[in-house]
């Protein structure tokens, strides 16, 4: 693996360990840290700093990788070349992964061959995170590998995390408390359980319950309950994945089979289910479990992806556009020096990816912000603003309005001999940029000099499966932010499904989406992904009101697959 160096300091509180050994630091740290039971967001701020310290991350599920990337911001490992045609796995600075779930033969791991691969590693003298679904301590073998840390004299610390015991009712909308109900158990099933014990109790919390539930449900009624006693089971609880039955005693293994419900699942027994009709909360999101077509890059779709996933919904990235350097160098090389040389009055900057391409050509002659100094600054929209504020300076003009050419345009002073003593704009863009704002400036007196400072190239097309999935109607929908992005996606991979929602960022963006023979459900009030995200919310939150009032199911667009949709009218 590159990119990533091994630290060897030992953790810095003497956490109590029951070891008469000093923990020293030639036998490395272990920071037992509860993932919590899925949802990224669960992880606590102790956790999300350990994993960043992290030289090794022991896991315990498949998945436990993707969540550290997710939660450092990582991108997928990516196989590289060098100059010599050796190939290797640049990482980019993610930890080490070693798996504590399964051994090298496929076969699960015990408490003891876990605590074993967790001392292993300790004692490469690294500082190891052993990631434990849910928390260490609750129905874990966190106190297992602890003891065994102990033993060895491997300092170590416990971080809590959310136990799905507790965290999956949350998500269904089943308080395990109410003012009425205060008592809570929590019962691992298996086939020793003496259900007596429980007839009188007052909420049942049971885990691995799936496979049994027939014959739990009528111990449960023999003991005592009766059998209308509600019942709740959520499989995949804290995602968007997430789905729950509801039903009785006497009915419940009917029920879930009917559902498919499947481990890992959570059910909880008692009248504290009948509350889940008033408090559902995440499965009634309005884009709940919609899988959602990003065609932007990782890096580009942060705050997009963020704020679909708090609707609910699955966002998933599909990079259409490739961003390289100009051809011809040269042409930048002469701008930045003419930069330098005071040649300018203004440069305008109408995209993050221009600062960064002026950026990197300042560092690449060893330059930084103080070149800038007597020059004006304007950048098309907030967020190119604050691209500009991220190096240290302050955007002179951002539109009043829309935050486009055009609004940059409409705010833009004309030239004035007396007032500016240069009349040249430096205009760093695209190769593929329009040339509507270099004849307005042209219009407004300024000379400009509109100089390529990145190429936008269309990216490779997608997995096979990602192209099947656009075209056969998969995804449920999919977010447009430019018209580069429509056609792009096209090009690469093919139509939307006619089943698919298509939501755009403008006018602009929906004309070209119309003219690749697509139907525009949603469009945005301005051009913004938050207000673009919003207006797919609203789409999805009406969907569901009209399905509920007309009393079908709640199903998803890509659940059935009509011949015509209808156009929203949502802005």
């Given amino acids: 693996m590159t990119g990533r160096k091994i630290k060897t300091t030992q953790a810095p509180t003497a956490t109590a360990t029951a070891s008469t050994q000093i923990p020293s630091q030639a036998r490395g740290w272990v920071s037992f840290v509860g993932s919590g039971p899925g949802d990224p967001d669960l992880l606590t701020v102790r956790a999300v700093e350990l994993l960043r310290e992290a030289d090794v991350v022991v896991t315990e599920l498949s998945e436990h990788a993707d969540l550290v990337r997710t939660v450092l911001g990582l991108p997928e490992p990516k196989?590289?070349?060098?100059?010599?045609?050796?190939?290797?796995?640049?990482?980019?600075?993610?930890?080490?992964?070693?798996?504590?779930?399964?051994?090298?033969?496929?076969?699960?791991?015990?408490?003891?061959?876990?605590?074993?691969?967790?001392?292993?590693?300790?004692?490469?003298?690294?500082?190891?995170?052993?990631?434990?679904?849910?928390?260490?301590?609750?129905?874990?073998?966190?106190?297992?590998?602890?003891?065994?840390?102990?033993?060895?004299?491997?300092?170590?610390?416990?971080?809590?995390?959310?136990?799905?015991?507790?965290?999956?009712?949350?998500?269904?909308?089943?308080?395990?408390?109410?003012?009425?109900?205060?008592?809570?158990?929590?019962?691992?099933?298996?086939?020793?359980?003496?259900?007596?014990?429980?007839?009188?109790?007052?909420?049942?919390?049971?885990?691995?319950?799936?496979?049994?539930?027939?014959?739990?449900?009528?111990?449960?009624?023999?003991?005592?309950?009766?059998?209308?006693?509600?019942?709740?089971?959520?499989?995949?609880?804290?995602?968007?994945?997430?789905?729950?039955?509801?039903?009785?005693?006497?009915?419940?293994?009917?029920?879930?089979?009917?559902?498919?419900?499947?481990?890992?699942?959570?059910?909880?027994?008692?009248?504290?289910?009948?509350?889940?009709?008033?408090?559902?909360?995440?499965?009634?999101?309005?884009?709940?479990?919609?899988?959602?077509?990003?065609?932007?890059?990782?890096?580009?779709?942060?705050?997009?992806?963020?704020?679909?996933?708090?609707?609910?919904a699955t966002p998933e990235e599909v990079p259409t556009i490739s961003v390289e350097p100009p051809r011809n160098p040269q042409q930048m090389d002469k701008a930045v020096r003419g930069l330098v040389e005071g040649r300018y009055e203004w440069i305008a900057f109408t995209s993050v990816n221009a600062v960064k391409a002026v950026r990197e050509k300042f560092e690449e002659y060893g330059l930084d912000a103080r070149a800038f100094s007597g020059l004006k600054i304007a950048a098309v929209g907030d967020k190119t603003a604050a691209a500009i504020a991220a190096w240290g300076l302050r955007a002179d003009l951002v539109p009043s309005g829309e935050q486009s050419a055009a609004g940059l345009l409409a705010d833009w002073p004309p030239y004035d001999d007396v007032l500016d003593p240069i009349n040249r704009v430096f205009l760093p863009r695209a190769d593929i940029a329009t040339e509507n704002l270099v004849a307005g400036l042209i219009d407004l007196g300024w000379e400009c000099d509109d100089v390529t400072a990145y190429r936008t190239v269309r990216a490779t097309p997608p997995p096979a499966p990602t192209r099947d999935a656009i075209k056969s109607g998969k995804f449920d929908a999919v977010v447009f932010t430019s018209s580069s992005t429509v056609r792009n996606l096209v090009g690469i991979a093919g139509k939307p499904h006619a089943s698919t929602i298509i939501a755009v960022i403008g006018p602009a963006t929906a004309k070209t989406a119309e003219e690749h023979g697509l139907r525009v459900d949603v469009m945005a009030s301005s051009p913004s992904v938050e207000v673009l995200v919003d207006a797919l919310a609203d789409f999805g939150a009406t969907r569901r009101a009209d399905l509920l009032e007309s009393g079908q199911p709640v199903t998803k667009p890509s659940d059935r697959k009509p011949s015509t949709r209808r156009r929203a009218t949502t802005s």
């Fill in 79 to 312: 196989a590289v070349v060098d100059e010599d045609g050796k190939e290797s796995v640049d990482d980019f600075g993610a930890p080490e992964f070693v798996d504590g779930g399964f051994g090298q033969d496929g076969q699960p791991l015990t408490h003891a061959n876990r605590a074993k691969v967790v001392v292993k590693q300790a004692r490469r003298g690294l500082n190891v995170v052993r990631l434990m679904n849910g928390d260490p301590f609750v129905f874990a073998s966190g106190p297992e590998e602890a003891q065994a840390c102990a033993k060895a004299g491997i300092g170590f610390e416990i971080v809590p995390g959310v136990s799905s015991a507790t965290a999956v009712p949350a998500y269904a909308g089943v308080p395990l408390t109410n003012k009425t109900h205060r008592e809570v158990s929590v019962v691992t099933c298996g086939d020793r359980v003496d259900w007596s014990r429980y007839a009188d109790k007052g909420t049942l919390v049971l885990l691995s319950a799936v496979g049994s539930i027939g014959d739990i449900a009528k111990a449960l009624i023999e003991a005592g309950r009766p059998a209308t006693t509600p019942v709740a089971m959520t499989q995949t609880g804290t995602v968007t994945t997430q789905s729950t039955v509801t039903s009785t005693l006497e009915r419940i293994a009917a029920d879930a089979r009917a559902a498919k419900i499947a481990p890992p699942a959570i059910t909880v027994v008692g009248d504290v289910v009948n509350l889940r009709e008033t408090l559902s909360w995440f499965e009634t999101k309005p884009l709940f479990g919609w899988r959602v077509l990003v065609p932007r890059t990782k890096e580009q779709a942060a705050s997009l992806t963020t704020r679909l996933r708090g609707f609910g």
